[in-house]
C-alpha cells in the first residue's frame, strides 16, 4: 500500500519550467518503477516518465524527450519531475505513480497536481 502526494504544479508561460514533487510512503520498493502519467481535459491518461528502482533506467513518452527529466531521491521517498521548455500541450493534471515492470500504474492515485501552460 503506496500513499503518493504530489505538489509543485502551477501556471507557467510556454518556454518555462516547473518541477513537480511526489512524496511517497509505504511499500514503494514493492514496484518496478516510480513515474507520472497525467491527463489533458477529455483525453485518456497517459504515461510520462518513470523511473525504475533496480538499475535508475529512465524512461519518457516522446513527446516530453529532452525537455522533462525524472529523479528520485531515495532518502526522502521522493520522486521529481523536472519540466522545461513547456509547451500549451502539457497542460493537464500530473499524477505520481508505483508501476509494475511493463509500466503500468500500480495501486491508488494521490490527487495530482495542475500544469497549465499558456501561449
Known amino acids: 500500500q503506496v500513499q503518493l502526494v504530489e505538489s509543485g504544479g502551477g501556471l507557467v508561460q510556454a518556454g518555462g519550467s516547473l518541477r513537480l514533487s511526489c512524496a511517497a510512503s509505504?511499500?514503494?520498493?514493492?514496484?518496478?518503477?516510480m513515474g507520472w502519467f497525467r491527463q489533458a481535459p477529455g483525453k485518456e491518461r497517459e504515461f510520462v516518465a518513470a523511473?525504475?528502482?533496480?538499475?535508475?533506467?529512465?524512461f519518457y513518452i516522446g513527446s516530453v524527450k529532452g525537455r522533462f527529466t525524472i529523479s528520485r531521491d531515495n532518502a526522502k521517498n521522493t520522486v521529481y519531475l523536472q519540466m522545461n521548455s513547456l509547451k500549451p500541450e502539457d497542460t493537464a493534471v500530473y499524477y505520481c505513480?508505483?508501476?509494475?515492470?511493463?509500466?503500468?500504474?500500480?495501486?491508488?492515485w494521490g490527487q495530482g497536481t495542475q500544469v497549465t501552460v499558456s501561449s
Open positions: 505513480a508505483a508501476m509494475d515492470s511493463g509500466l503500468g500504474p500500480e495501486g491508488s
Open positions: 509505504g511499500r514503494t520498493f514493492s514496484s518496478y518503477a
Open positions: 523511473i525504475s528502482w533496480s538499475d535508475d533506467k529512465t
